[in-house]
């Protein structure tokens, strides 16, 4: 029973490299997001999908893309690694039948450090 | 603009006691309301959720509290346990539930 499952979670990226963190789910949700926590902060929204092919921004899109090619993987592209994005990255999905209050299950997470 | 706020960053309870963590929110087309709990190296996982038409759910030891004309939620553990150390987190969604804005939590630390 693997849930979210995010590759890879440890990562170190020089500025102006580019990479891509891995995520994908067994669960068959239809919504998936992407969330950024710096220390001593919140979860800040990057990108989040409601179904395969539909993704929309959230607080912090800048600097990042993303795709939702099937239901299961949600990857999150860097292009341009900068120190801003020195951040520990979660993914996660819900399933949401319709509109109201939904529970999201996160992954462990990718500690990204940008030098 | 920190639309959940959780204005302690820590909180030091011993064993057996009541541990109750507050979260304050500005925005008042937020209609559901979660806590989640984090342990060091692992995501967050859902702990509690409660609904605006409600003011109290229970789940166990842990219990959750909207007041919605003061925009303040609370969580309450009774008994706190040492397994119950970790950091919670508040977090906020309006009636569409698309998106979740997550308070910058409380690290509990439940003395044996």
């Known amino acids: 029973n693997a849930g979210v499952t995010q590759t890879p979670k440890f990562r170190i990226l020089k500025i102006g490299q580019s990479m891509t963190l891995q995520c994908t789910q067994d669960m068959n949700h239809n919504y998936m997001y992407w969330y950024r926590q710096d220390p001593g902060m919140g979860l800040k929204l990057i990108y989040y999908?409601?179904?395969?092919?539909?993704?929309d921004k959230g607080e912090v899109p800048n600097g990042y893309n993303v795709s939702r090619s099937t239901t299961e993987d949600f990857p999150l592209r860097l292009e341009l690694a900068a120190p801003s994005q020195t951040s520990v990255y979660f993914c996660a999905s819900s399933y949401k039948p319709g509109p109201g209050l939904s529970s999201a299950f996160f992954g462990q997470g990718t500690r990204l450090t940008v030098v | 603009d920190q639309q959940v706020k959780q204005n302690s960053p820590s909180l030091s309870v011993q064993e057996g006691r009541i541990s109750i963590l507050n979260c304050d929110y500005t925005n008042s087309m937020f209609d559901y309301f979660l806590w989640y709990k984090k342990y060091p190296a692992e995501g967050p996982t859902f702990l509690i959720s409660i609904s605006s038409i409600k003011d109290k759910n229970e789940d166990g030891r842990f219990t959750v509290f909207l007041n919605k004309s003061a925009k303040h939620l609370s969580l309450h553990i009774v008994p706190s346990q040492p397994g119950d150390s970790a950091v919670y987190f508040c977090?906020?969604?309006?009636?569409?539930?698309?998106?979740?804005?997550f308070g910058t939590g409380t690290r509990l630390a439940v003395r044996p």
């Open positions: 977090a906020a969604s309006d009636r569409s539930g698309d998106k979740l804005t």
């Open positions: 999908s409601v179904g395969a092919g539909i993704t």
